[in-house]
Nanobody
Framework: QLQLVESGGGLVQPGGSLRLSCAAASGFTLDYYPIGWFRQAPGKEREGVSCISSSGRSSTYGDFVKGRFTISRDNAKNTVYLQMNSLKPEDTAVYYC?????????????????WGQGTQVTVSS
């Protein structure tokens, strides 16, 4: 059964950085799939952060990222990363990764899944 596991979250001060990782559990190979990062803050809907094609040559970002985040993948390590710099308090959320399908580049939640437990990112002084 496909399952993705997120890691790398934590507490960071405003302006700081974190790198999130998304790995497949149970030997599933991510190579053939686009992968997306989403986040959900308390009381808000889940929103798309970034997604990347299976080859890694194409990526999309949410408007709020504005050059602060970088998505990448290492298919040899079967892992997708989200490097987050210049973090702001409003970036506080649970971050999830999921496999994309359909028109995945539009970063609609309905085109991604399954959803794991996520990793908490808290930006606070």
């Amino acid at each position: 059964q496909l399952q993705l596991v997120e890691s790398g979250g934590g507490l960071v001060q405003p302006g700081g950085s974190l790198r999130l990782s998304c790995a497949a559990a149970s030997g599933f190979t991510l190579d053939y799939y686009p992968i997306g990062w989403f986040r959900q803050a308390p009381g808000k809907e889940r929103e798309g952060v970034s997604c990347i094609s299976s080859s890694g040559r194409s990526s999309t970002y949410g408007d709020f990222v504005k050059g602060r985040f970088t998505i990448s993948r290492d298919n040899a390590k079967n892992t997708v990363y989200l490097q987050m710099n210049s973090l702001k308090p409003e970036d506080t959320a649970v971050y999830y990764c999921a496999v994309g399908s359909g028109v995945w580049s539009h970063m609609k939640e309905r085109d991604f899944g399954p959803w794991g437990q996520g990793t908490q990112v808290t930006v606070s002084s």
